[in-house]
Each structure stands twice: as C-alpha cells, then as structure tokens.
C-alpha cells in the first residue's frame, strides 16, 4: 500500500449533547453529535413503536370483515 494516500488516524473525542464522550480512533481529532448511545431512546428503553396495521388490517376494521 502506498504511504502517502493512507489516512492519518488519531485518538479522536466525541462528544454528546448529553455530556457523555466516547474516546476512539479516527482521522478527525474531535467531533460533536446530538444523540448517543446513553440518550437515544431506542437504547434507553424509551422507544415507542406504534403497531399501525396495514391495509388488510384497515380495512377488516372499516368493514367489520
């Protein structure tokens, strides 16, 4: 592999809007983001999915079939 075209990877921070920091490697020395793992609520458990049924399903109700 040549050398020269090869990326420079550094200990990089990233910082959450929560306040947590994940150190880890990368080519950019700090980045910021919005969510995380410790805020998103899919993985804090407070993740709502609503159960919306399909057309079959609308229709049985609309009709009564």
Known sequence: MK????PNYTES???C???NVIVTN????E????VCSKCHPFWTGNFKQNNVGGR???FKKKYGV
């Open 3 to 6: 050398a020269e075209i090869q």
């Open 17 to 19: 809007a929560c306040g």
């Open 13 to 15: 921070k990233i910082t």
């Open 26 to 29: 990368s080519t950019k020395a």
């Open 31 to 34: 980045m910021k983001v919005d």
């Open 56 to 58: 079959v399903d609308r």
